[in-house]
């Protein structure tokens, strides 16, 4: 085990790329050839496959299923339930490794809450903020704020989490602006 590494007397973790301070609770399963970063929760029953990728500071709630070909850069939350699949045209006759699976990224700072489900393929933008229960089926924009089966942008979300009204202006004192369906800081003159 990795220096620094908290593992619960109930919890497995057979990788040997976890960083220091992160915490692997009941239940949950790190196989060999997982990479977890720095300072991570791993939370009761949360599985992560070899072969996937979590960056530092990132908490997995209970419950959710990592699989190989998986990339969770930094400052990530995934909320309980969620699922990533990893196969987009999956046969039970047909085994799969590697390169023959396709890949999924969530892009740093972004949220996924409870029982989201994220369809292969796809990449989820920096500061995204997908609501419960959603259906990811292709990428999502940064800073989008989403819901439903299947996802669909309602408006955009700002770095501290909360979604932004129609002036673009967080109760945070961060202001914003939309240029090509994309959000950008607006920069405020003195």
């Not at 969530?106 to 903020?129: Q, S």
């Amino acid at each position: 085990m990795p220096e620094g590494v908290f593992v619960h007397g109930n919890g497995l973790c057979e990788s040997a790329s976890v960083g220091s301070g992160t915490r692997v609770w009941a239940f949950a399963h790190v196989l060999p050839g997982a990479v977890v970063g720095r300072d991570c929760n791993i939370c009761d029953g949360a599985y992560v496959e070899g072969g996937a990728v979590i960056g530092d500071r990132v908490t997995v709630k209970n419950q959710v299923m990592i699989f190989e070909g998986v990339t969770i850069e930094d400052d990530v939350f995934l909320g309980p339930g969620v699922i990533f699949t990893n196969d987009f045209s999956p046969r039970a006759f047909i085994k799969k490794h590697g390169a023959d699976l396709d890949t999924t990224t969530v892009r740093r700072g972004a949220t996924l809450g409870a029982g989201v489900v994220v369809v292969c393929r796809t990449t989820i933008g920096e500061y995204a903020f997908i609501g419960a229960g959603a259906v990811v089926t292709r990428d999502v924009p940064a800073h989008a704020f989403v819901v439903g089966n299947p996802a669909r942008v309602l408006g955009w979300a700002c770095e501290c989490g909360q979604r932004l009204p129609n002036d673009l202006t967080c109760s945070c004192g961060k202001s914003w602006m939309t240029s090509d369906g994309a959000l950008g800081r607006r920069e405020v003159s003195l």
